[in-house]
């Protein structure tokens, strides 16, 4: 049963750099006919979606944040790495990583993770 | 980027009714569209994919349809499980963007 798990800090500095890890398990991060994703749900409100890797190492990233963003893999480890830059108090969140179906491109989401919550704070 | 308005922003059922949410794109879609659920404290869950396709565990009473590009997810028969919140995802334009949500409630 694939099963995907967050894990990094829970609390970044305003102006810092959030970086999270997903590890995939049950399963294999080095296939082809899935992309791997982070998407991020602020308390109360609904979801966006960050960005997205292929085991290739190829990125997707949703043009809102690109500017601050870096999404890379280690099929290796089965892990693959959220690191977002000059972070603020809109970027605090609860950040979930997951299993997207590829179909020409981002696709459907099929599995997520549990989420690991982001507060931005001094 | 596509818009994608859900209405209404809440619903309140009672067990055993049926509950029906829309979801409206601001272009057609290719029926590239799905539902999840969400409970809280909980990660979303799939429950509808290419418009009215049905992951294997998904129970039956939730269906989904089109008619344009309008979209619906009924839940034929609401079970006490079934309260939380509901989102649509379209993924035929890039990047993929969700709607607001729906909250089905108990009434």
């Known amino acids: 049963q694939l099963q995907l798990q967050e894990s990094g800090p829970g609390l970044v500095k305003p102006s810092e750099t959030l970086s999270l890890t997903c590890t995939v398990h049950g399963g294999s991060i080095s296939s082809s006919v899935f992309y791997w994703g982070w998407i991020r749900q602020p308390p109360g409100k609904g979801l966006e979606w960050i960005g997205s890797?292929?085991?290739?190492?190829?990125?997707s990233y949703n043009p809102s944040l690109k500017s601050r963003l870096t999404i890379s893999v280690d099929t290796s480890k089965n892990q693959f790495f959220l690191h977002l830059s000059s972070v603020t108090a809109a970027d605090a969140a609860m950040y979930y990583c997951?299993?997207?179906?590829?179909?020409?491109?981002?696709?459907?989401?099929?599995?997520w993770g549990q989420g690991t919550l982001v507060t931005v704070s001094s | 980027e596509i818009v994608m308005t859900q209405s209404p922003a809440s619903l309140s059922v009672s067990p055993g009714e049926r509950a029906t949410l829309s979801c409206r794109a601001s272009?057609?879609?290719?029926?590239?569209l799905a539902w999840y659920q969400q409970k809280p404290g909980q990660a979303p869950r799939l429950l509808i994919y290419?418009?009215?396709s049905r992951p294997t565990d998904i129970p039956a009473r939730f269906s989904g349809g089109e008619s344009g590009t309008e979209f619906t997810l009924t839940i034929s028969s609401v079970q006490s499980e079934d309260f939380a919140v509901y989102y649509c995802?379209?993924?035929?334009?890039?990047?993929?963007?969700f709607g607001q949500g729906t909250k089905v409630e108990i009434k």
């Open positions: 290419a418009t009215s």
């Open positions: 997951a299993r997207q179906a590829f179909c020409g491109g981002d696709c459907y989401i099929d599995h």
């Open positions: 995802q379209q993924y035929n334009y890039w990047p993929t963007t």
């Open positions: 890797v292929f085991y290739s190492g190829s990125t």
């Open positions: 272009q057609s879609l290719n029926r590239n």
